[in-house]
């Protein structure tokens, strides 16, 4: 009990440091989070260890340098995009599974942050751009779906290409451009697109909630970090006491 107390306490104090730092940033008292931070500790924990799991599931999937290259970017993509952890972990497995690489999907998911869509549009993009990887012919209704979600493909493309729209849609009904190359080419149209002129979206009340339980979690993970770290060699010395009194 008391090794673990040791460890908690430990924990505790990373979390207060950050805690001081939150309350500089945001000009505000976060005294109300402090009693109840050995519950953040431990939620943090189970956050910590299941993003480690993400991590080997990676080097499954790619091997060792590509999945922790590819983890990396999913966290650098978490703490750089409103996206979540989650919504981003799963577009990138995907994309992968689809074909694309490492670069193109850190690309497009920074692009749909300039772009200013939701979570939940990126999600409905990614499974377009999907569909596209392993299309010869462009279903119109991957087209529809993008529109949905606020991506123009005809207008993007036209301009990104210095090509008329009505022969841009006969190259693409006919077959002439396959899904692959219509992805592709909207990749590229997303980095020259000049996104000056889109509005910024007003922040809903479920916007705002989302982004602070995102940035409290991303508060717990690092003391949950520090807790696991410490942790394991509490529970290694308990398994070497066990293989030696048993």
């Not at 505790?12 to 945001?26: G, S």
């Not at 290259?69 to 689809?98: C, V």
């Not at 979570?119 to 993008?146: D, P, R």
């Amino acid at each position: 009990v008391g090794l673990l107390g040791g460890i908690i306490t430990d924990s505790i104090h990373k979390y207060e440091e950050k805690q001081d730092i939150y309350r500089d940033i945001v000009g505000t008292t976060a005294d109300n989070i402090l009693t109840g931070i050995q519950d953040d500790v431990h939620a943090g924990s189970e956050i910590f260890a299941a993003r480690e799991n993400v991590k080997n599931e990676m080097i499954s999937m790619i091997g060792k340098d590509e999945g922790e290259r590819a983890y990396n970017s999913i966290s650098n993509l978490t703490k750089q995009t409103s996206f979540d952890f989650n919504s981003i972990t799963s577009a990138y497995t995907s994309m992968l599974q689809s074909g694309y690489d490492g670069m193109q999907i850190n690309g497009l998911i920074y692009d749909l942050e300039r772009f200013g869509v939701s979570t939940k549009e990126m999600t409905s993009i990614v499974a377009s751009f999907n569909q596209l990887n392993g299309s010869e012919i462009v279903e119109e209704g991957i087209i529809a779906s993008l529109a949905n979600s606020g991506i123009d493909v005809y207008s993007l493309l036209s301009d990104n290409m210095d090509i008329d729209q009505e022969s841009l849609k006969a190259m693409i009904s006919s077959g002439e451009m396959s899904g692959r190359e219509v992805a592709e080419q909207l990749m590229s149209a997303f980095v020259h697109a000049d996104v000056s002129d889109i509005s910024a979206k007003e922040k809903t009340f479920t916007d705002i909630q989302a982004e602070l339980n995102k940035q409290k979690e991303d508060l717990n993970v690092i003391a949950g970090e520090s807790y696991n770290e410490a942790r394991k060699k509490s529970m290694q010395n308990e398994i070497g006491w066990y293989d030696e009194n048993s």
